[in-house]
Structure formats: C-alpha cells, structure tokens
C-alpha cells in the first residue's frame, strides 16, 4: 500500500517538472499526498486487516470470555447421574451383597455348635440428589433375610461448601463406621463395631470440614426403624434415649506417598424410659443364627442406663498400605438393683480396640474423604481396560473386655442376665479383596476368635469361634 502511493507521488512529481507553468498544482497534489499518507498510517495502526482505500474498516471480533464448562446432562457412575440446566441432581443407588458363612463353635460345658448358610446381607435401594443448598439421600433394603428397614435417611442444607447441618438417620463417631459398609476393608466391622453400638440412629448433626480436618457434633435419638418407646422397665415412662456425641479429626498430608489420620470423639447416653443398653460382640456381627449357638457368647445382656464413651482413632497410608486401629473405654452406669436385681449391679469400665492392616498388591491406595472416612476404591486396571483389576490383603485384631461387671448382692449370681457372658473376647481375621471393577468386589475372610468368660456355679461358657465367609457385592 505504501509503494503504490509512493509510486504514484513519484510520477505526479516527473509530470509536474516536465510542465513548470503547473508548480501552482505540483504543490496543491504534494499535500494531498502528505493527507493521503497519514491518514493511511492512523488506519493501520487501528484496524487489524488489511485496509483498501475507501473501502470500510473491518475488525476482528474480540475473544469470547471464558465460560465455565456446562455440567453432564447424564453422567454413568454405575447408574445415571442426572444433572438438569440448574445444577440440580438425582441419581439411583443400591446395593446387592450376597454371602456364605460357615461357622463352628467349640464350647466348654455345652455341645459344640456348627452352621453353613447362603444369605442375603443386604438388598438395598435408594435415591440422592441435590437442589439449590438442600440435599438429600435415602437407602434402605432387607438385612440378612429380616423386614425391609431404613439406614440412610437424611436431609441436609450447606451453609457453605464446607459446612452442612444434616437432619435424619445417620452416623457420628468412629473411623470404621463412618466409612460406607460398601467400603470397609472387611465384610464385618468387628468387636469394636459392635460393642461402641455406633450405627444408625434420629440426629440432628452438623459437620464443619477443611483442608485437612473435621468437626462433627450431633444430639441423637434412636433408630428411625425403632417404634416409638413404650416404657422399658416402666409404663409410664415412655421416653426415648437421648444422646449427644462430638468428633474431630486432623488429617495431615505427611508427603506425596503418606497421609495420616487422627481422631477423636466423645459420646453421653442416656437410655430415657427404653430397656437398658446392651453390650455384645461375635465373631461375625451379623451371623447369629440362634442364642445358644455359641456366635454369641459374649454380652452383657441389657445393663446400662447410660454410658460415656471416649474413642481415638489413627490411621496411615503409605502408597498401597494401610493401617488403621481405634480405641475406646465405655463408662457404663448400670441400672439400679433395685430396678431390675437381675440386670442391675455396680457401674463398670468396658475396653474395647482393633488394629488392621492391609496391602494393594497391584498397587492401588485407600482413597481419604475430607470428613474422616475411607472412600470407595478406584481400581487402576479394571478388566475392561485389560487389566487384572485390585487385589487386596488384609489382617486385623479385635479385643474387647467386659470382665469389670461385677454381682450385686440381692440374688445369687446365676440369676443375673449376663454376668456369666460378660468376659474378654480376642479375634484375628485374615481377609482377600478383588476388585474387577470399582463398584464391583468379592471378598473372603476367615475369623478365629477366643471367648474367656467367667464360671458361674463351676460352669464356664468358654468358646473357641471359627468362622468362614464369602461375599459378592455390587452396588451402583
């Protein structure tokens, strides 16, 4: 563009020397040319194409802003995720576990006890989803071949992204029970699970999470599935029990490969007008099959009028290990013998704790929720993909000692509901996990426990428990 009104000046000049009588005109061109030229310079320095002389200026549309990418209308994790224009979400969910359990008991005093079943652990079904600020999440199924009842139940509205009050049944002590039964490392929970009675119950809770910690604090009921109280021990006391529990976690991130788990959590009970509490544990929680069968041998019967429960919890994983162990002492305060002389007696501590290990020999690790709990495993090699899938190993300790409950003087001890039960229980349970898929698992695990309990009248309900399982579990 420059050459050509160049060029152009050029030739009116030569024109302009070939006539002189024209010098008037030479001048009046020069400074059109002159206008021409800077008017050509300030188009070029606005627009961003090339410019034609008298045609119009064209620029280029700026860069749209970056917009945030639109969520999945549907998305698959194991079934539809919907996801609507609002940012509001549904999403079936459920569960299938089927088990075989094979069990022997050999007692002292009593004939030996043996029982093979195939049952139904859980057939659950449920929703979730989520609105504006409130969510939701409902489950519920059979249990071991029993009634339909419910487990999650639950309404909750964020305050803010890291805090939610939550109304409903659910959960709020302990490392092991807080983490989803689907992803606990064995198909039980334990002795430890089952004397801390930790489950499902009616709270109001409210969770306040961080970077690297937790603190929970709820006021319980009882169970949603539990019909309303009729008086335990008296008519005209129809109160449920009311309870308080706070927990609080710290979770620092040691290094890439190593992250670390600290809790703590304290719990007041109070039965109200409901049958006392029991204290009970077996070597497979959910395979009693009948009570003289040996599988429970250890309990307390419905003692406890309230208790105070302090529980730590301290976990460590390392790449593919874990481990993992909790403590907690009970102080039980015991119905008064003169309420009930067969169950009452003087207050008394209970122990109770569980160490566990496990290791992922293809190399995955046991992912950690923000709210102090383990999450469902992420399997690096499925085999759709052509992998193997995940394998993992596994070993845990259970101990658990009631041997502090002691008589009352107001009737002989033979009388008196638990009290020949209420001794020590040890157990070991070696356990193998393989993952074909994420939300797939089959799972074997074989219990060895030990129960010393004390002789009452020169009897001794001693029991060596051998229990064998196998599990197929999907959930979607």
Not at 2 to 19: D, E, P, V
Not at 398 to 427: C, I, K, W
Request: proline letters at 5%.
């Amino acid at each position: 563009m420059r050459m050509l009104f160049t060029t152009t000046a050029l030739i009116a000049a030569g024109c302009s020397g070939a006539a002189s009588a024209q010098d008037a005109d030479l001048a009046a061109l020069k400074a059109q040319i002159q206008a021409l030229q800077a008017r050509l310079d300030l188009l070029e320095r606005q627009a961003t194409v090339p410019v034609t002389p008298g045609a119009p200026v064209k620029t280029l549309p700026s860069a749209p802003a970056t917009q945030p990418k639109p969520a999945e209308p549907i998305r698959w994790e194991n079934s539809p995720r919907f996801t609507d224009a609002s940012g509001s979400t549904f999403k079936l969910r459920g569960r299938i576990l089927l088990d075989a359990v094979d069990a022997v008991s050999q007692r002292d005093g009593v004939p030996d006890y043996h029982a093979r079943q195939f049952r139904a652990r859980q057939l659950y079904l449920g929703v979730e989803g989520q609105t504006g600020r409130w969510g939701y999440r409902l489950e519920g199924g059979a249990v071991n071949g029993g009634g339909w009842s419910w487990d999650d139940a639950i309404l909750e509205y964020k305050l803010d992204p890291r805090t939610s009050i939550l109304v409903g049944n659910q959960k709020a002590a302990s490392l092991e029970a807080l983490t989803s039964f689907k992803s606990i490392t064995f198909m039980e929970r334990g002795a430890y699970g089952d004397v801390i009675d930790a489950g499902y119950v009616l709270a109001l809770e409210a969770v306040r999470t961080g970077p690297n910690w937790s603190v929970w604090a709820a006021l319980q009921g009882d169970t949603v599935n539990k019909t309303d109280a009729a008086g335990g021990y008296d008519p005209n006391q129809a109160v449920e029990r009311l309870g308080a529990t706070v927990r609080a976690t710290w979770s620092p991130q040691l290094s890439e490969a190593d992250r670390l788990h600290l809790g703590a959590w304290l719990r007041r009970r109070d039965r109200g007008g409901e049958t006392g509490f029991t204290y009970t544990a077996a070597a497979n929680t959910a395979f009693r099959p009948q009570t003289s069968s040996g599988a429970t041998l250890f309990s307390t019967g419905a003692v406890g009028d309230g208790d105070t429960t302090v529980g730590v919890e301290l976990a460590w994983v390392h790449r593919a290990v874990s481990l993992q162990g909790e403590a907690a002492r009970i102080k039980v305060d015991r119905i008064a013998p003169t309420l009930n002389p067969t169950l009452g007696g003087p207050d008394f501590n209970i122990a109770t704790a569980y160490v566990a290990g496990s290791w992922f020999a293809t190399g995955e690790t046991r992912p950690y929720n923000p709210n102090g709990s383990f999450g469902r495993i992420k399997v690096a090699h499925p085999l759709d993909k052509g992998g193997f899938g995940a394998l993992e190993l596994a070993a845990r300790y259970d101990y658990a000692d009631f041997s502090h409950m002691s008589a009352n003087g107001l009737v002989r001890p033979a009388s008196q509901t638990g009290l020949a039960t209420a001794g020590t229980y040890e157990s070991v349970t070696l356990g193998a996990n393989w993952y074909p898929y994420s939300y797939v698992r089959l799972t074997g695990n074989l219990t060895r426990a030990r129960i010393d309990n004390r002789p009452i009248n020169g009897v001794e309900l001693d029991a060596d428990v051998t229990v064998a399982q196998a599990r197929v579990q999907v959930e979607f």
